[in-house]
Every structure is written in C-alpha cells, then in structure tokens.
C-alpha cells in the first residue's frame, strides 16, 4: 500500500512563499509521476505541477514562473516551492503519485491547506 504525506501548508501573505513536501512511503513503481494539485472551495480540483521519473515537467498556466516542482528520489519525496503567492492561490494542496503497468495505480495524499492573505 502506497501512503502519501504533505506537509508545508500555512497562512501567508500576498507575495510571500511556500514550500510544500510530500513523501511517499510502500511500494512505489521506479517509472512514475509525482504531482501537486488544488481544489479552492467550489471549484474542481486542478493540477498545480506534476514532474515524471524521466524528468518531464507540466504546470498550470496560473503558476508558470512562480512555482517549482522538484523531487527528491532517494527520499521519494516532491516538493512545490511557491513564490510570489496570490490569494487566488488559496486552495487546499494534495499530493498524487500515479504509474500505469497492466493497469494505472493512482495514489493521493491527504491535503495540505494554503491560504493567502492579501
């Protein structure tokens, strides 16, 4: 069983910046994506970044230049470094590890909440 743990979520000000961490633990596919997403209250969740074992990085348009997903193999650990932070960046934050073998296997964390004060 694959277990996923955010941390890093806080209240911080307009332009401020956080770094967000996710650490996997179990039985982890060595071919795979690790990624953040956000659901903000009565919106859809969305993708914030996502980074693949071969080094392929995707990120939302809304965060492209302030955001910077990385990962940390030995320690199976992602991170998000958000920078000049916006209050429409306020969402609660989880992390999602996915690999497709005979079948996609798709995990995710439990949330992180990000607020941002302007």
């Known amino acids: 069983q694959v277990q996923l743990v955010e941390s890093g979520g806080d209240l911080v000000q307009a332009g401020g910046s956080l770094r967000l961490s996710c650490t996997a633990s179990g039985s982890i596919f060595s071919v795979n994506t690790m990624g953040w997403y956000r659901q903000a209250p009565g919106k859809q969740r969305e993708l914030v970044a996502s980074?693949?074992?071969?080094?392929?990085?995707n990120y939302a348009d809304s965060v492209k230049g302030r955001f910077t997903i990385s990962r940390d193999y030995a320690k199976k650990t992602v991170y998000l470094q958000m920078n000049s932070l916006k209050p429409e960046d306020t969402a609660v934050y989880y992390c999602n590890t996915y690999w497709i073998t005979h079948r996609k296997y798709d995990y995710w964390g439990q949330g992180t909440q990000v607020s941002v004060s302007s």
């Open positions: 980074l693949s074992s071969g080094g392929r990085t």
